[in-house]
């Protein structure tokens, strides 16, 4: 029996424990967010203890940044845990990308941009959706803040190994089929639950076909089907992103060689497989109130008598029958760790160039990182967005959970690029749609989603 990536890359990080009991991981790589390190920082000042690995830790804001005029932070809350983190990091000697700066943005944005990820790594932030940096074969998951101050005092996490499933991706996606559609598509078809328990690892020749931005963008919300940890077999596709980023190996080759080792020997390794074929899929959009409840946008609101499914169309103000044609929208977010990557504003402006928005749209580009930005305005995509009637923002997870000033107004229907549809979390009342980037572009420019496979749509 061969090994999979998942255990190649756990085997080399175990430091003690038995196999069946938690067992003692080092961790390469911790990256530190503002809203979930406070008390962890607190804990370390009680005990006296210092940071472990101050070399081996990143810290940036982002959750709780304004988008606009970034430096007066009128919430006093948001203040307190950005001032907090900038004191905390400055007493504990751990690097942090401050607001303004180009490093600065979402930390699952950052982290590959600046080359801190890379493959055979253990990765760990106080965030759900750490399962990105799975896309560079790295083990990367979300941690509590108890967690974190443990990983601050001794560079090391308590994990039970979990099972591994595979998840055979193959065929060739349609043009202006995305990403996002594939692992909506897969949450929508085996729920919101398939992956509790088990590291998931997409493989197959799909991912052939996608950079590494699309990559993220699918282990990005595996969290969304339960899986603490979504993986991909880095190639040479990875290798070529990482190369000359700030902090890659400065011997590369010797890297590159290292991380070749990673793979999975054979699918029949995985406990579990499901196989996945893209080469039909058609885009996906949500309309309810869990990232399953979800369809193609050729069909029609499902019945069900299931009560879950009233309650998120009494929320949504929707009912079973309409097109997904038919849904209005009022507004558009496209940002965040699952799509505010350059390739994702390059898709986006893609479809509004030459366009103007819906004059019943409010529309918001939200870039995942300052670099992202300065990136994007030298491509010149800031004016075709700002042409089109669109504002373009500054970076921060912003508008994807109501934390900071941007939120979506109540009763409002957003076309988003973000992961979570849940009551409430783009702002009270606020009715989320989750869309590929293209998807949501198109929706700015009708007012209503439509299918951008058909030419005449664009
Ligand atoms: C605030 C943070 C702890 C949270 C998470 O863990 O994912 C947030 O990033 C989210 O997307 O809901
Ligand atoms: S962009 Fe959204 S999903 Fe990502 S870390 Fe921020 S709040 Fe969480």
């Known amino acids: 029996m061969g090994k999979t990536l998942f255990d190649k890359v756990w ?10 009991e938690p067992q003692l991981i080092y961790v390469d790589l911790h990256l530190v967010h503002e809203v ?28 709780n940044v304004p988008t606009k005029d970034i430096f007066n ?18 007493e504990f000697g751990i690097r942090l990308a401050k607001m303004g700066t180009a490093d600065q943005g979402i930390v699952h944005v950052i982290g590959p941009q600046l080359g801190l990820t890379q493959p055979g790594q253990v990765i760990v932030c106080g ?40 998840i055979h991706l193959h065929g060739q996606l349609q043009p202006g089929v995305a990403a996002k559609d594939i692992i909506m598509a897969l949450i929508a078809q085996h729920g919101v639950n398939f992956g509790v328990g088990y590291a998931v690892e997409f493989y197959g020749d799909t991912l052939q076909q996608l950079s590494m931005e699309n990559r993220m963008t699918i282990c990005n919300m595996a969290i969304e089907g339960g899986a603490k940890m979504g993986m991909m077999k880095p190639d040479q596709t990875t290798f070529d992103y990482l190369k000359d980023r700030k902090y890659t190996p400065r011997n590369f080759a010797a890297a590159v060689d290292y991380w070749k080792q ?47 499914f009233e309650r998120a169309y009494h929320y949504m103000d929707l009912k079973p029958g309409i097109k997904a044609t ?35 749209v409010t529309a918001w580009i939200v870039p995942g990182s300052r670099t992202v930005k300065n990136e994007a305005e ?9 042409d089109a009637g669109c504002e373009w923002r500054d970076p921060g997870c912003s508008a994807c959970l109501a934390m900071n000033p941007d939120k979506i107004p109540a009763g409002i229907h957003c076309a988003s690029t973000t992961n979570r549809n849940f009551e409430g979390r783009q702002g009270k009342d606020a009715r989320t749609h989750l869309a590929s980037p293209a998807m949501v572009a198109a929706a700015a420019i009708y007012g209503h989603f439509v299918d951008i496979r058909q030419k005449e749509a664009i």
């Open 127 to 166: 965030d759900s959706h750490t399962a990105t940096h799975g896309a560079f074969g790295s083990i990367a998951f979300g941690i509590g803040t108890s967690e974190v101050e443990h990983v601050l005092a001794t560079q090391t996490i308590w994990q039970m190994k979990p099972k591994t499933m595979g």
């Open 262 to 308: 990673f793979y999975t020997d054979d699918p029949s390794d995985y406990d579990q497989i499901i196989d996945f074929d893209v080469s039909q899929l058609a885009p996906y959009i949500s309309w309810g109130t869990n990232p399953a409840m979800a369809i193609p946008i050729t069909a029609t609101l499902p019945k069900s008598s299931d009560k879950n």
């Open 73 to 90: 932070i009128k919430d006093q809350i948001s203040k307190k845990q950005i001032e907090t983190l900038e004191k905390n990091c400055q």
């Open 36 to 63: 979930t390190s406070p008390q962890a920082f607190e804990g370390l000042r009680e005990n006296q203890r210092q940071v472990r690995r101050p070399e081996r830790t990143f810290a940036t804001m982002d959750h």
């Open 326 to 360: 038919e849904i209005p929208i009022q507004w558009i977010f496209i940002g965040s760790c699952t799509n505010g990557r350059l390739e994702d504003i390059k898709e986006a402006a893609k479809v509004i160039k030459g366009h103007h928005i819906s004059p019943h």
């Open 11 to 20: 085997e080399k990080h175990v430091i003690t424990g038995q196999a069946g």
């Open 378 to 386: 030298k491509l010149g995509l800031d004016k075709i967005f700002k």
